[in-house]
């Protein structure tokens, strides 16, 4: 049986660097914020945690929240309908009602532009 790679994962699993797609500049998301951006094929929302950027998508699990309008609380975000609460560096669900994990989006700075990977 021949397994299949996903198209966008490279070899080393890595997203190929020819898929970042420019968001925002760095001074656009201070720490603790988020915005909310559009990339080719999904919506995500882009968090600074601590001078340190993360993507995820803008879609709560549980009943379709938008997570880019809740709160950023460290390295978790809330949803604004139900409070589900989702880790951004890995999309794991941290508080209940959701029970699914949201996507993550790889990230990278260069020159100041906040970059994300489609997925
Ligand atoms: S839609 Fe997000 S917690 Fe219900």
């Avoid at 080393?12 to 988020?34: K, M, N, Y």
């Amino acid at each position: 049986m021949k397994i299949r790679r996903p198209r966008w994962r490279a070899a080393t699993g890595a997203a190929r660097l020819s898929e970042f797609v420019t968001v925002a500049r760095v001074s656009d998301i201070p720490p603790g914020q988020i915005r909310v951006k559009d990339i080719p094929g999904a919506r995500v929302a882009i968090c600074n945690v601590e001078g340190t950027f993360y993507a995820v998508e803008d879609r709560c699990t549980h009943d379709d929240g938008p997570l880019g309008e809740g709160l950023l609380e460290g390295d978790e975000i809330e949803c604004p309908r139900h409070g589900a609460r989702f880790n951004v560096k890995t999309g794991d669900v941290t508080c209940l009602p959701a029970v699914v994990p949201i996507r993550a989006y790889d990230v990278r700075v260069v020159g100041g532009d906040v970059q994300v990977a489609p997925k």
